[in-house]
């Protein structure tokens, strides 16, 4: 089972956001069988292996063991990863398109750039499982608190700053079998989600 796995296909999706069917996900982060988990849903065994079955198609749940049980073959699944997040490309003909207004200071900008990559890292992950290779990549998540605008507006210049000062001294155009990398920093206001 994946940490995270991405859904690029608009029918994997579609299956994905329904409110029963993401329960049943959210349930087989440890395997369960539909007699299991009917239990705990409160749906009818037959109901839950329609709803699995649909999961089962489009890759979301796989099979992780048969028993046998009397008569009853008992199939027990387990979702493929912990959780999953819906890549823009599932809804391809109107994804965000940063190219579309850049604008530095734009919240939806932002959201553009975002869905990128989501995206990007999504294509690339999917590429590298199936080569069963890794993805190199680096990320910095972190929170820092501004005493005012005017201190923000200065971060964000001195940071702007600092990294064009990277790019310059390590991008090489001229590099053979070189690999153009996508750099993105993001700056905004911390939301505080309830425990």
Not at 71 to 83: F, G, K, L, P, W
Not at 84 to 106: F, G, K, M, N
Not at 115 to 132: F, H, M, S, W, Y
């Amino acid at each position: 089972m994946f940490d995270v796995a991405v859904i690029e296909d608009p029918a994997a999706a579609e299956v994905s956001l329904d409110p029963m069917r993401a329960r049943l996900l959210a349930e087989l982060a440890v395997p369960g069988s539909a007699t299991m988990l009917a239990a705990k849903v409160g749906l009818a065994r037959q109901k839950v292996n329609y709803h699995l079955k649909t999961l089962e198609k489009h890759g979301l749940v796989e099979l992780v063991e048969e028993r046998r049980k009397g008569n009853v073959h008992e199939r027990v699944m387990q979702a493929t990863a912990a959780s999953y997040v819906i890549s823009p490309t599932a809804l391809a003909a109107v994804q965000p398109d940063p190219s579309r207004s850049p604008d530095r200071l734009s919240a939806r900008w932002l959201l553009a750039v975002a869905a990128r990559l989501v995206r990007d890292v999504g294509e690339l992950i999917t590429g590298a499982t199936k080569a069963q290779q890794r993805v190199a990549t680096f990320a910095i998540d972190g929170e820092v608190r501004f005493a005012s605008a005017g201190d923000r507006a200065a971060f964000a210049e001195e940071l702007a700053h600092a990294v064009t000062h990277l790019v310059g001294k390590y991008h090489d155009e001229s590099a053979e079998g070189g690999r153009d990398h996508r750099l993105v920093i993001a700056i905004h206001p911390s939301i505080k989600h309830p425990q």
